[in-house]
C-alpha cells in the first residue's frame, strides 16, 4: 500500500485548538464475566462507568487475535501489538505470525541470519535463549522446537537451551510441564548432544525492559554465558521443582525462579557461552529482549560487568529495535510498521507529550511509534519517564498512577502540546501478580487519576479519548473451559490467572472542544485497536489517512 504521510483536515471537525489527551489504561478490559473476580469489576470506579452512560460516545473494541495482526482468535492481546495498533492504525502481521509463516514455507532456513549461525554448526556450540512457554506473547515453544530440529538438521553438534520460565502469560506451575516437554524434544534430536544449561524465572532473570533494573540481565549473563549462579543442579528439571519450593516457608513462583545453572557430575557448567558459539534469541517480542541484546552485541557497554564477552555469532528471532538496528543479524525479518501516527504528527507540526512510568515507558512512545526508540522530530516531542519502583507491584500497586497524573495535568495545562498521551501501568502490572485485592485497589486508584486528567481537559475546553490495550485485570481467576466457573486449589485458595484476557477493551471520547454531533459511527461492530489511531486523529481536526483503518467516528 502507498503511504500518504500528509495529514489533510478532518471535513466536519475543526482543528483542536486546545490540547487533545489520549490515556490508555494497560490491561483494562470490558469482561463479561462480572464477578467478584473481575478486579475493574470490584473496585470503584464511577469516572470511567459513568462514560459508558454517554450515548454514541462508549463503545468497546477488539485488543485481541488477528484484530491486531495475531495468529488466530485464541491469542490474546498484548502491549506490543495493541500499542502497535493504536499507534499505527493498521493490522499488521506480527512477529509471532511472522515467524510462523517463515517456519512453514522453510523460508526461516534459508535466510541470511540462518546462514550466518550455521556457520557455528559443525565444531562449536549454538546456544537458544528465551522464554519457556507457549503463552504466544514473547515466544511459543512449538518454534524454539522448530528451529532445534532445523539446527539438528543442518548438522549442528552441540545445542544448549537457556530457559526463562513464565507462569505470567500462562498459569504458573506449567514451567514443569514445559521443561519435560523440551527434554523430550532435546533427546529427539538425531546427532547432536542437546541439553538445557541455564535458565531463571522470566521477572528475575534477563527479560527486563526499558532498563528498569539491568540486574536482571545481569544475573541472566552469569547463568547462561558464564556458567555462574547461586543455584546448581544436574538437571533443569530438579531445578525448578526445588527452586519453586522456596526456603520453605515461601513459595517461588515461575515468573520469580532464581538464577539456576545445570552443570555435569562434576560440577561444571555444561553450557557456558564461548567464543565461535552461536547464539540465538528465541523471543520475537522486542521489548524484554533488547537489553540481553545490546550485552551480547556491543562491544562498548557499561551496564554491568559482562567479566567476559565472547566472540559470537549472535541473532535474535527478530530485529528489535528498528532504529539502533539492533541486533543487527535476525532470523525472521520484524514486522515493517510504517506511516504510524507519530510521524505523520510530526510532520504536520503537531507538538506531543507522552508519558508513562519506566515499566509502561516504551509502550507509550516506542512500540507506539512501531518499534523505533528514536523521536521523529525531537522538537516537537517530549517523552517523560516517571522511574517505576522495582518491587512486585502487589506490594506497591499504586505505582507512579499520581505522578503520571501530575505530569500529564502539568502537560495539558502548559499550552505546550497539542497532543497529551499517557499510559497508566497499573492494571496490567498488579493483574499480573495475580493478587485480586491488590488490584481492585489499584484499579479504583487508576479510576480517580482519570477523573483527575479529564477534568483538566474539561477546563481547558479540551478533547480526549481514554481507551486500553487489552485485558488483564478484568479477570484474575482461571476458569472451567465450557461453563466458566472460576477454578479453586484444593486448598479453597482460587486459583489465580496472571495473564492478560481475550476481552474487548472500551473506548470513550469526550470533551467541551468536541462538537455536540460528534459520535461513534454503528456500522464497524468488528472494530479493533487499529480503529482508534483514525479516531484520535480526528479529535484533532485531521481526516483519517487511507492506510489507517476508519475512524469509529
Ligand atoms: O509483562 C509483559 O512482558 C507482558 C506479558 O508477558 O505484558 P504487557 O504486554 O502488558 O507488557
Ligand atoms: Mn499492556
Ligand atoms: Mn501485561
Known amino acids: 500500500m502507498t503511504i500518504d504521510t500528509e495529514l489533510k483536515p478532518h471535513d466536519t471537525i475543526p482543528k483542536a485548538e486546545k490540547p487533545v489527551l489520549v490515556c490508555i489504561l494497560d490491561g483494562w478490559g470490558e469482561n463479561e464475566n462480572k464477578d467478584k473476580f473481575n478486579a475493574i469489576h470490584s473496585a470503584e470506579t464511577p469516572v470511567t462507568d459513568a462514560l459508558k452512560e454517554v450515548p454514541g460516545r462508549w463503545r468497546t473494541v477488539r485488543a485481541h487475535g488477528t484484530a491486531v495482526g495475531l495468529p488466530s482468535d485464541a491469542d490474546m492481546g498484548n502491549s506490543e501489538v495493541g500499542h502497535n495498533a493504536l499507534g499505527s492504525g493498521q493490522v499488521i502481521d506480527q512477529g509471532a505470525r511472522l515467524v510462523d509463516i517463515a517456519l512453514d514455507n522453510g523460508s526461516a532456513f534459508e535466510l541470511d541470519g540462518w546462514k550466518y549461525i550455521s556457520e557455528s554448526f559443525p565444531d562449536n556450540t549454538v546456544h537458544f535463549i528465551g522464554l519457556l512457554s507457549d503463552g504466544g506473547v514473547h515466544s511459543r515453544c512449538n518454534q524454539l522446537v522448530g528451529f532445534l530440529k532445523g539446527a539438528a538438521k543442518d548438522g549442528a553438534k552441540r545445542i544448549r537451551v537457556h530457559i526463562l520460565t513464565d507462569g505470567r502469560d500462562v498459569p504458573d506451575g506449567t514451567s514443569v510441564k514445559f521443561v519435560e516437554e523440551l527434554e523430550k524434544d532435546l533427546a529427539e534430536l538425531s546427532g547432536c548432544d542437546a541439553k538445557i544449561a541455564s535458565g531463571g524465572g522470566r521477572m528475575h532473570v534477563t527479560m527486563d525492559r526499558y532498563e528498569a533494573d539491568w540486574k536482571i540481565v545481569e544475573r541472566g549473563w552469569q547463568a547462561h554465558v558464564l556458567g555462574e549462579a547461586p543455584h546448581k543442579f544436574t538437571t533443569a528439571l530438579e531445578a525448578i521443582k526445588t527452586l519453586r519450593e522456596g526456603d520453605g516457608s515461601k513459595a517461588i513462583t515461575d515468573q520469580w525462579l532464581p538464577p539456576f545453572v545445570v552443570t555435569d557430575d562434576g560440577g561444571k557448567a555444561v553450557g557456558t557461552i564461548e567464543d565461535g558459539d552461536a547464539v540465538v534469541l528465541f523471543n520475537f517480542r522486542a521489548d524484554r529482549m533488547v537489553e540481553i541484546s ?5 562491544e562498548e557497554f557499561n551496564a554491568f560487568d559482562r567479566k567476559r564477552f565472547p566472540k559470537t555469532r549472535f541473532v535474535g528471532m527478530m530485529q528489535y529495535d528498528g ?6 543479524r535476525f532470523l525472521v525479518p520484524p514486522p515493517a510498521i510504517s506511516g504510524v501516527s507519530g510521524e505523520l504528527l510530526a510532520k504536520a507540526g503537531v507538538s506531543t507529550f507522552a508519558c508513562s512510568e519506566t515499566q509502561k515507558f516504551g509502550h507509550v512512545t516506542f512500540f507506539w511509534n512501531g518499534n523505533r526508540s528514536g523521536y521523529f522530530k525531537e522538537d516537537l516531542e517530549t517523552y517523560v519517564e516517571i522511574p517505576s519502583d522495582a518491587v512486585p507491584f502487589n506490594e506497591a500497586p499504586d505505582m507512579k498512577a499520581r505522578e503520571i497524573t501530575e505530569a500529564g495535568k502539568e502537560a495539558l495545562l502548559s499550552g505546550k502540546y497539542q497532543m497529551v498521551r499517557i499510559n497508566f501501568a497499573n492494571p496490567d502490572m498488579v493483574g499480573h501478580t495475580g493478587d485480586l485485592e491488590a488490584c481492585v485497589g489499584a484499579c479504583s486508584l487508576v479510576d480517580k487519576c482519570v477523573k483527575e486528567l479529564l477534568d483538566t481537559v474539561e477546563s481547558l475546553g479540551g478533547r480526549w479519548l481514554l481507551t486500553a490495550d487489552h485485558g488483564n485485570a478484568d479477570d484474575m481467576v482461571q476458569r472451567a473451559k465450557k461453563t466458566n ?28 472542544g468536541l462538537p455536540e454531533g460528534i459520535k461513534f459511527r454503528d456500522d464497524l461492530p468488528n472494530a479493533g485497536l487499529a480503529n482508534i489511531t483514525g479516531t484520535y486523529l480526528n479529535l484533532l481536526g485531521f481526516a483519517t489517512p487511507a492506510h489507517m483503518e476508519p475512524s469509529l467516528i
Open 294 to 298: 545490546k550485552a551480547f552485541e556491543y
Open 323 to 328: 532504529d539502533l538496528k539492533l541486533p543487527a
Open 485 to 512: 466457573a472460576p477454578l479453586f486449589a484444593d486448598s479453597g485458595a482460587p486459583l489465580p490467572l496472571t495473564s492478560h484476557t481475550l476481552a474487548p477493551v472500551p473506548v470513550a471520547i469526550g470533551g467541551p
